[in-house]
């Protein structure tokens, strides 16, 4: 079978360029930080398969249950022709979308949206296969900072799945909701997967599993480091933390320094002194309230036309109109 090219508005070696940036201003902040996006090389893409899998970790089956309870009720109300997927990944909860707009008798195409190229390549002959009408157009590139590259034509739904807004800090998930809201037309709708504040034990175990998977997920970082950067972390120097910070109404996973180490990062011509206890964070995951997203997607220019939640209320469905 031959494939649709990708359409690629990022090359590997902006993608590359982009991360190294990230590493340089993290490791040398205080405190230091890394971007989430360094997680998932093959091996942490492998993991956080694995995660979704575990009990404690709820929010994957609860957006699967949101949308199995309300795909038709949102593909009514999209009424679009096409389902922009950004950040599609795996396109895993995809079917669940595109079934229901087959089912509303408006589906035309299918656009994810990725930096992965890999991922796009993996995901995108299987849909086509299962979906023998539907235009595939898959898109490589960075959504947080590109939107100009996914089609204008159309009546278009766009989806942003899996909580993945929560990665971004405040400011950064204000200026993306305004962009998005600028790019769409009157009419256009957005939908947003988010997962929602709840008891703190539940939270933590989430990001911190019995069988150390995440702590795993995690640790894999530092390998990630060592192989793209030449650098010389010890894993077993650090280990997992997954801290719920009320204040910012997220969790974030952190590695701690579990003595002083000085670390070489070769091809950033770095060195970096880690005290004992030092805690470098490596992902935040913001939990929202419905008055909260509610006042976001105002803010950034958003009609709410609708709240869906799985059965326990866990994680919720907001479609948001244009
Ligand atoms: C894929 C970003 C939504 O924040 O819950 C899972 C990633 N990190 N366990 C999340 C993750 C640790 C996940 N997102």
């Given at each position: 079978m031959s494939l649709p090219a990708l359409d690629v508005h990022l090359t590997a070696a902006d993608a590359d360029a982009a991360l190294r940036a990230d590493a340089r201003r993290g490791l040398t902040s205080t405190p230091k930080v890394l971007s989430?996006?360094?997680?998932?090389?093959a091996r942490g893409s492998e993991l956080f398969e694995q995660i979704t899998a575990?009990?404690?970790?709820y929010p994957f089956t609860a957006e699967r249950e949101a949308l199995a309870e309300h795909a038709d009720t949102i593909a009514r109300a999209a009424a679009a022709d096409t389902l922009v997927e950004l950040g599609?990944?795996?396109?895993?909860?995809t079917p669940m979308l595109l079934d229901a707009l087959d089912r509303a008798g408006t589906l035309r195409r299918y656009v994810p949206v990725d930096v992965s190229p890999s991922a796009l390549e993996e995901a995108v002959p299987g849909l086509i296969e299962a979906y023998p009408g539907l235009d595939v157009h898959g898109v490589v590139a960075d959504f947080t900072s590109d939107?100009?590259?996914?089609?204008?034509?159309?009546r278009r739904l766009v989806a942003l799945l899996?909580?993945?807004?929560?990665?971004?800090?405040p400011g950064d998930r204000q200026a993306f909701l305004a962009a998005l809201a600028d790019e769409l037309d009157p009419g256009e709708a957005f939908l947003l997967g988010t997962d929602l504040v709840k008891d703190e034990a539940t939270l933590v175990a989430a990001y911190d599993d019995a069988e150390g998977v995440t702590a795993a997920f995690d640790l894999n970082v530092l390998a990630v480091l060592n192989r793209v950067l030449g650098a010389d972390f010890d894993p077993d120097g650090f280990e997992h933390l997954a801290v719920w910070v009320p204040q910012a109404s997220r969790i974030e996973m952190r590695l701690r320094a579990r003595r002083a180490m000085h670390v070489r990062v070769p091809e950033l011509d770095l060195e970096i002194d880690f005290a004992a206890g030092e805690e470098m964070r490596t992902e935040i995951s913001t939990k929202f309230t419905r008055e909260g997203i509610r006042a976001e997607l105002d803010a950034a220019g958003f009609a709410h036309d609708g709240w869906f939640t799985d059965p326990q209320g866990r994680f919720a469905l907001s479609l948001a109109v244009r």
């Open positions: 989430p996006q360094w997680l998932y090389d575990l009990r404690e970790y599609s990944g795996s396109s895993s909860k939107l100009r590259s996914i089609p204008r034509d159309g899996g909580g993945t807004l929560g990665n971004f800090e």
